[in-house]
Each structure stands twice: as C-alpha cells, then as structure tokens.
C-alpha cells in the first residue's frame, strides 16, 4: 500500500451486485463492531476481513484502508437516516403540527438510539473523522424539508423566522436525545422524553 493509499479516505470501488453490496456491508459492520468492542488502533484490516468473513484483498477491492470504511459507515448512515426523516416530513405535511412534531421527533430518537455509534460517538472513537463530520449531518441533508414542514404548518405558529426557529429546535431537540442516549441523567422514560421534547418544540412555535 502506497503512502497516497494511507490518505485516500474514498471508497474504492462502488458495489452493484447484490453479492458485492452484502460483502462491502459486512465489512462496515464489521469494522463498527471491532472498534466499539477492541477499539480503533486495534480494528486492522487484516481483522476487519476476517470478521466480516472475506479476504483482506475482497477488502481492499473496495476500502484502500479502514479510514475509507468508516468514512463510507458515516456516509451511509447519515444518508439512509435523512431519507427516512425527509420522507416521515413529507407525510406530515397535512398533519397537525403537534401531532406531526411527536412523530418526527419519535423518528429522530429511534435513529440516534439505533444509530448512536456513528451518529453519537464517532468522534471519540476516531478523532481523525472530526473534520470529515462537520457537513455530514442530519440537520443538514434534511434542512429544506425541514423547512418546508414548518412553512407548511405556519398558520399554527406564532414565530415568522423559520430559518431560527428550526435552528433552535433541531439543535435543542438532538442535543437532548444525545444525553438521554449517552448519560441517562433521569428515570425518565423514552416516551415520556419524546412527549416533553413535543411539547417543549410546540410551545416554541405557537406560544
């Protein structure tokens, strides 16, 4: 592997086929779960191959390195999670808005609590990867839909600056799943998180 190889943090070569889809998401899974379990300097690609059951050169007919797998793991996830927040934001359109925001809000839990490793604690896992992530975000890949909800629904609500309001709401509402996720800093449960997080964003806009 060349030096250039060391810096490449691109996929190598896009899977088509079913057969090659099912091998390179084995080996993002497999790198996920080696660095959750071992740890990043531990999770090689020698050991990434075996774990996710193909030769390291399979491996590397994709992924240059294991920097390349979890940039594509990233990716991915975020992708996959937008395309269910933009499509749950579609079908709430005609909703009513605090009806429309449990749901979506529900939605959002479900994915950090699914997805938290990549979407949660990537970075503390593998620092190189903080600058990679800074536009790789939810709120940002779903931001026009997003906003188009809100201009949707905007005679339920009292605030005129949708840009702000979303800003603070996506903010508030991620940065609260976060900690319940990651601190479980009350005995609250889940629904009852996703119902005071409904009607904190409700009260925002409407009072």
Same mark, same amino acid.
């Given at each position: 592997?060349?030096?250039?190889?060391?810096?490449?943090?691109?996929?190598?070569?896009?899977?088509?086929? #079913?057969?090659? =889809?099912?091998? /390179?998401?084995?080996?993002?899974?497999?790198?996920?779960?080696? +660095?959750? !379990? &071992?740890?990043?300097?531990?999770?090689?690609?020698?050991?990434?191959?075996?774990?996710?059951?193909?030769?390291?050169?399979?491996?590397?007919?994709?992924?240059?390195?294991?920097?390349?797998?979890?940039?594509?793991?990233?990716?991915?996830?975020?992708?996959?999670?937008?395309?269910?927040?933009?499509?749950?934001?579609?079908?709430?359109? #005609?909703?009513? =808005?605090?009806? /429309?925001?449990?749901?979506?809000?529900?939605?959002?839990?479900? +994915?950090? !609590? &699914?997805?938290?490793?990549?979407?949660?604690?990537?970075?503390?896992?593998?620092?190189?990867?903080?600058?990679?992530?800074?536009n790789i975000k939810l709120d940002i890949y779903t931001y026009s839909t997003n906003l188009a909800f809100?201009?949707?629904?905007?005679?339920?609500?009292?605030?005129?600056?949708?840009?702000?309001a979303l800003l603070l709401i996506v903010r508030s509402t991620v940065h609260n799943i976060e900690c319940?996720?990651?601190?479980?800093?009350?005995?609250?449960? &889940?629904?009852?998180?996703?119902?005071?997080?409904?009607?904190?964003?409700?009260?925002?806009?409407?009072?």
């Amino acid at each position: 592997m060349t030096e250039n190889d060391k810096n490449d943090f691109s996929r190598r070569k896009m899977p088509k086929q #079913e057969r090659a =889809l099912a091998t /390179a998401d084995a080996i993002t899974q497999a790198t996920q779960q080696l +660095i959750i !379990k &071992e740890g990043y300097e531990n999770a090689t690609t020698n050991r990434i191959a075996k774990a996710a059951g193909v030769s390291v050169g399979s491996l590397y007919q994709y992924f240059p390195n294991k920097q390349a797998i979890i940039k594509t793991l990233i990716q991915e996830t975020v992708n996959d999670a937008a395309a269910q927040i933009r499509n749950q934001l579609r079908d709430l359109m #005609e909703v009513p =808005l605090e009806s /429309a925001l449990h749901q979506i809000i529900k939605l959002l839990f479900e +994915i950090y !609590k &699914e997805n938290a490793f990549i979407l949660i604690q990537i970075i503390e896992y593998v620092p190189e990867m903080k600058e990679f992530t800074k536009n790789i975000k939810l709120d940002i890949y779903t931001y026009s839909t997003n906003l188009a909800f809100l201009e949707q629904h905007q005679d339920e609500m009292t605030v005129t600056d949708y840009p702000t309001a979303l800003l603070l709401i996506v903010r508030s509402t991620v940065h609260n799943i976060e900690c319940f996720l990651t601190e479980s800093p009350t005995d609250m449960t &889940e629904e009852q998180l996703i119902t005071e997080l409904t009607r904190m964003a409700y009260g925002y806009l409407t009072k």
